[in-house]
């Protein structure tokens, strides 16, 4: 079952899986809605976001922003648990682990022997929303 989902006050959608009988279930993306024009025609199309865009507007606040502070303290050097959670200023251990291992799930955190590094593939992303 495909499940649509309106974003962005109108300007788009999630498309979303919530079922698939015999393939496996695809990750959610965004579609901008976009106006374009052929000739003297004008029509409406929906234009797909990138994966890393779409995975990091559906963080939630507080996960945005430990990214951020890891980005800013870090950049994609290694770094251990202890020290990002006194970087992060969270001061429950427990939001901070549940932050740590949603980032982990879905990759913008990497994994390497019991510390971790920002993933290089989600950088731009970070980089943009710190501009905007």
């Given at each position: 079952?495909?499940?649509?989902?309106?974003?962005?006050?109108?300007?788009?959608?999630?498309?979303?899986?919530?079922?698939?009988?015999?393939?496996?279930?695809?990750?959610?993306?965004?579609?901008t809605k976009k106006k374009v024009e052929v000739?003297?025609?004008?029509?409406?199309?929906?234009?797909?976001?990138?994966?890393?865009?779409?995975?990091?507007?559906?963080?939630?606040?507080?996960?945005?922003?430990l990214l951020l502070t890891i980005k800013a303290?870090?950049?994609?050097?290694?770094?251990?648990?202890?020290?990002?959670?006194?970087?992060?200023?969270?001061?429950?251990?427990?939001?901070?682990?549940?932050?740590?291992?949603?980032?982990?799930?879905?990759?913008?955190?990497?994994?390497?022997?019991?510390?971790?590094?920002?993933?290089?593939?989600?950088?731009?992303?970070?980089?943009?929303?710190?501009?905007?």
């Open positions: 079952m495909i499940l649509l989902e309106e974003t962005d006050r109108g300007n788009g959608c999630l498309v979303a899986c919530d079922k698939q009988k015999d393939f496996e279930e695809f990750e959610t993306y965004k579609l000739g003297d025609e004008t029509s409406l199309v929906f234009v797909g976001s990138d994966q890393w865009s779409t995975r990091y507007q559906l963080l939630a606040k507080t996960h945005k922003e303290t870090f950049d994609t050097n290694l770094f251990g648990w202890t020290g990002a959670f006194k970087a992060s200023g969270l001061k429950s251990k427990d939001t901070f682990t549940k932050a740590v291992k949603e980032l982990t799930l879905r990759e913008f955190l990497l994994a390497d022997e019991g510390q971790y590094r920002l993933n290089p593939d989600a950088v731009g992303v970070v980089i943009v929303s710190l501009a905007g």
